[in-house]
């Protein structure tokens, strides 16, 4: 039995075999139009999160499969004093695999645990999203070819943005790659990565709260949403959040062939006058991400297509 | 691309042909089974409307295809400060067509200038709901044969009752249809519908109170519900609400082959009584709304079937 | 048209070749994963209840048919004043059958009046609950090979708990079966039941606070949840409740071949202690929930497979 919680879950070699098996699928969609004949995908999502939960359905609908499940604990029953490992085992009698999205960190682990089908992490407190790396890393390796030797901008709260984290903890793992953390003082990343990952496996980063110097070096911008609320006062937000926002002038400073990534909802630290330019492809990653997912379905499912 | 958005998108050409289409399905829907395999459609329903998704969800697996999405805003993430424009880049990637209500006029119109899939608008705030007018025109046409050359009385609360001031838009584009508008004074058909489209196209109409002095001329009777809350003063509700309230007292005033249609809910404005008459086929008009929607799903999707 | 509102709606005869049908599912699913291709089952649940919805969406699924509905009334408009018989009458056309979950006690009986499709009652109130009582039958029979000649513990809430109720009304009908009826005083099973089933038919039972005394005697085990609500104070409920808590320690004193079934959730009634004993079947009776479903909704259906 196979579960993914947490993105390192998965060894190197498994996850270029799922991104792989993401870019077949993306080349021969029909190929694998019925490979989930049969089988039904739970979605359980603890709190709401549309654009997860339908990505997910989606892919699952693409292989063949069904779907069932509920979209926030309101309209389920499923947390009226009911364990997690008590619900799991009930699904398990209704479908062959689950994603599950929870409020609180670890509840996917303690599913994992006493579940009888596969358990995918769909995103639990702002612990773990380990689908939104597969898609990040699908989305980088499908546009550049690879996933070494180049530099990635991280730009927005790096503080408390997961995806951001887990990105940067999946990408140390491929050779010379080089980071450059463009935040606030406010919002750098947290002191065991910079110190736990990066000093650890001597990887060559950079911190700064300079976009448009260091944009021209960049192979990759990674942006992320700066919340107000993150802030110590409302005078530092006002001072500093326009530097965080990429716009058309600071995109004249990027290499032609950068690519800009968001993990989505985008509010206002992407200005709509990039999204035409070829080089924004955070909606393009949207659909990278139901390959990622329905590659990922297939491999904890053990099923494959004739080649 | 093409959308629907407003009753008026379609020439009476396009309508003609979409209604020609429902027929067919409805005459053998087995031949239509299969048609959208392998399609999914999106349900995104910002406010809820059961009977509207439910008839979307019923057209698309009648066609063999699937259905993902939400029933409310609450149970979603998508209106977390993401713009309605942002919200249809990321479905395009889940789905190949979806069906947007949304409280807030204009939304679905947003939607379709950035969607990468046909939008239908499945009811913009009081503003459109173009697929209750394509179904009551498909109702009106396969029980009666024509669009032209009928008396077609509305009853009950006409200025606010969005699906009459489309139903009044759509059929004055055929000859000879003459409407009988009966309703209190406080809840007349607004100015612009009298003088931009009535009196302007030289329409033959009659405003009245009084339900049962036009009943025996009627074809058709649409009626619709009216609201306790329009009435400036309780005294004037009291009054005037019988006078709008259809029984089978009033219903021997009518011909033998009048239809009587209602957009439904029907609240206390069809007495129950009349359920059972032959010429009340509101509940069948639910049936012609699936075939409707059937029939505009595969015509945005330009799809067709070898006869 | 045949609909399930009561348990007791079912003759022997029928719940027996229900249980056989369910039973042959469960033996050869596979055989049955087309029968209801093509056909669409309703779920209306007005008020949330995860692990029924489920189950009846994993039964139609698993017949290759497909689901629609909603899962709360909130994220519904089916209540906003429109009554049940002319929902069940629009609804007639969306779908071929329908599971109905109200909480107002007679609703579905009201639907089925008006129903032009099956309608199957998914929980009324504290009323009726039919397919749970087919799966506790489905369980029971399934794994001791019969109906008859046992006997059965039921403990906890008898008063309030409906498939207590139910599961004692379907048992009686089958020769030599012996009812220990365990609950505090307060929650003891209502007078009408004692009376009017039990007594008038010369049913063998025995009414005791003593779980541990007669759980020797039993071959099924059929604990419910005490919910401290229920009792008139917090004194009684703290003196009172751990002597209806099933634990590893009181199993030691059951047969080696007893059953203990659950309808589920369950709280702190039966102790984790006891999920991995062979004897406690209550995660197992969830998948027979499945398979009793799934034959249920073919025999509304009037649908078979050949042999």
Redesign the interface.
Known sequence: MKHLISPLDLSVEELDSILSLAQDIMDDPDKY?HVCD?K?L?TLFYE????TR??F??AM?NLGG???????A?????T???SV??TI???????DICAMRHPKEGAPTVAALHSGIPVINAGDGGHNHPTQTLTDLLTIKTLTGHLDNMTVGMCGDLKFGRTVHSLINAMVRYPNVRFILISPDELKIPDYLRKEVLDEKNIDYIETNNLEKYLPELDILYMTRVQKERFFNEEDYIRLKDSFILDAEKMKLAKKDMYVLHP????NEIS?DVDNDERAVY?KQ??F??YARMALIMTLLNLSVDK
């Open positions: 139009s049969g039904k739970a709401p999160s549309t654009r339908l990505s359905e989606a609908l069904k779907v069932l499940g509920f979209s926030s309101d309209s389920s029953s499923a009226k004093g009911e490992a008590d085992r009930v699904i398990s009698s209704f479908a989505l909802p985008r509010v709509t909606f949207v659909q991400g139901v």
